[in-house]
């Protein structure tokens, strides 16, 4: 057996092992290309693997020569014989702002040098073949790629894309002459994509990207706002295959919502998995009543309000029409900037009633995790020890100043049926990270440790002023 045959099946996991997901290597450092270097059996090996090539990773690199750099990619693409393709590029604006990074060219495979589109997307090698595309789009070349008629692309299943103007004015011209948007034509009724996830950052509207809706099984929009109305048009249209979807939603003031158009429910038979992000909720509580979600397993809402806390009295309309099968629930802070003159927002104690009660509607709940200014009271406690609240839950993370009270709730859990009044089919923990006063730290972690469940609960210390 040569050495080729012997480390050929290994070389794969070896490349994957080499590959850091956060961050895209320099043509030099691409794994692939550095193991060529170690033998010429490497070298045959990696080479003759087609499915190596076929994932290419553009780095945002900029060369003297920039043909070089051409030359790199169209070897990948010639290496991937006939391979579908998945093309990565940069394309995390936010990433690229704290960096402070100033212009957005810096942020292209070559620097601006020559056209992505052009050059990179549109060579038959490429498009034809083209299943994945992960990219940031600036300047005209957002009018010029959603311009290209659906065709263009024809097997492309899944893309991440971000859109921006400039890193200085995000905003692009276009988006205010409305016959331009019109002409946007890539994804109107394309054949096969499937998942589509868009950061936007050029104030585009997302009705204008002219997705085949009714097609997408995965959707992500959460990076910029929209207002209700234009998410529930896109839940509709949606709604028969999506599976899975992130969206911003900021309401408007109560004065302003005459003028929005009517919406009616939306029915989604297929979503199993949603995360809203909702700025100023409180401004709309019939919103929540417009979702029926018979099948949703996966909830993560993020919220920030300009003027009140925590309402959960909001969600239970939400969580009615999930009719009881939801598994897996997450209430987070959003953190957004405050504009001039904008009250700063007050904290708002939770009642717990108001947990309780949506706590009763998701009775198979397996992981909860509670943001840490939603309190769980000590009468939700006693209920959740005995199983008469969240009987099937696994995972737990919430915050807590009676942490000797969580202590005794999660001690209870594990109890032997009859021992105690818990139920017969309550659940034991196996995870809960529980955040305390970080001043109460170190107390709390002997007694976890002297109780024996100290493989179950991680304690993390937390300053009040920051809950």
């Known amino acids: 057996m040569t050495t080729t045959t012997r480390v050929g099946p290994l070389l794969p996991l070896i490349c994957q092992f080499m590959s850091t997901p956060w961050s895209v ?17 490497w070298r045959r090996a990696i080479i003759s693997d087609a499915a190596l090539w076929a994932h290419i990773r553009l780095a945002p690199v900029k060369y003297q020569q920039p043909e070089n750099l051409l030359r790199l990619f169209e070897q990948d693409v010639e290496r991937s014989r006939g391979m579908p393709l998945t093309i990565e590029m940069y394309n995390d604006i936010p990433r690229a702002l704290r960096a402070k990074v100033e212009k957005v060219e810096d942020l292209m495979f070559g620097g601006g040098e020559f056209s992505i589109i052009k050059h990179i997307l549109l060579p038959e090698a490429v498009r034809t073949r083209l299943t994945s595309l992960t990219c940031t789009l600036a300047k005209d070349n957002i009018p010029e790629f959603l311009g290209l008629p659906s065709s263009a692309f024809p097997v492309l299943r899944h893309v991440n894309i971000a859109l921006i103007h400039t890193l200085s004015t995000p905003a692009s011209p276009f988006t205010a002459d ?87 429910q939306a029915t989604m038979p297929a979503l199993k998995k949603m995360k809203l992000i909702l700025i100023d909720a409180i401004w709309d509580p019939a919103f929540f009543g417009m979702l029926k979600l018979p099948v949703l ?3 993560n809402i993020e919220r920030f309000d300009r003027h009140v806390g925590w309402e959960l009295w909001l969600f239970a309309p939400l969580l009615a029409y999930t009719e009881g099968i939801l598994r897996r629930l997450e209430l987070k802070r959003f953190e957004l900037k405050l504009e001039a003159g904008d009250p700063i927002p007050r904290k708002r104690r939770t ?46 993370e919430m915050f807590s100043t009676a942490g000797k009270q969580v202590l005794w709730m999660v001690k209870e859990r594990f109890l032997e049926p009859g021992s105690s009044v818990r139920g ?11 955040w305390i006063p970080v001043e109460e730290k170190e107390i709390l972690s002997e007694m976890v440790k002297a109780s024996g469940l100290d493989k179950v609960i991680d304690i993390r210390g937390l300053r009040v002023a920051d809950r």
């Open 178 to 264: 409305l016959t331009k948007c019109l002409q946007f034509t890539t994804f109107s009724s394309h054949p096969t994509l499937v998942d589509a996830t868009f950061h936007i950052h050029n104030r585009m509207h997302p009705l204008d990207l002219r997705l085949p809706w009714a097609q997408l099984t995965k959707l992500d929009l959460s990076s910029a706002p929209m207002p209700s109305w234009t998410f529930l048009v896109i839940m509709k249209r949606s709604a028969k295959s999506l599976e899975e979807a992130a969206f911003q939603i900021m309401f408007i003031a109560r004065a302003n919502q005459r003028l929005l158009p009517k919406s009616s």
């Open 25 to 41: 290597p320099e043509p030099e450092d691409d794994p692939k290309r550095t193991l060529t270097h170690v033998c010429k059996e």
């Open 424 to 434: 017969s089919r309550v659940v034991g923990l196996t995870q809960l990270d529980l």
């Open 297 to 299: 397993d996966r909830l």
């Open 351 to 396: 009642s717990f009633v108001e947990l309780e009660a949506v706590l009763m509607m998701v009775p198979r709940l397996e992981v909860l995790k509670l943001a840490s200014d939603v309190e769980v009271h000590y009468p939700t406690l006693v209920k959740m020890g005995r199983g008469d609240l969240v009987p099937n839950l696994r995972v737990l």
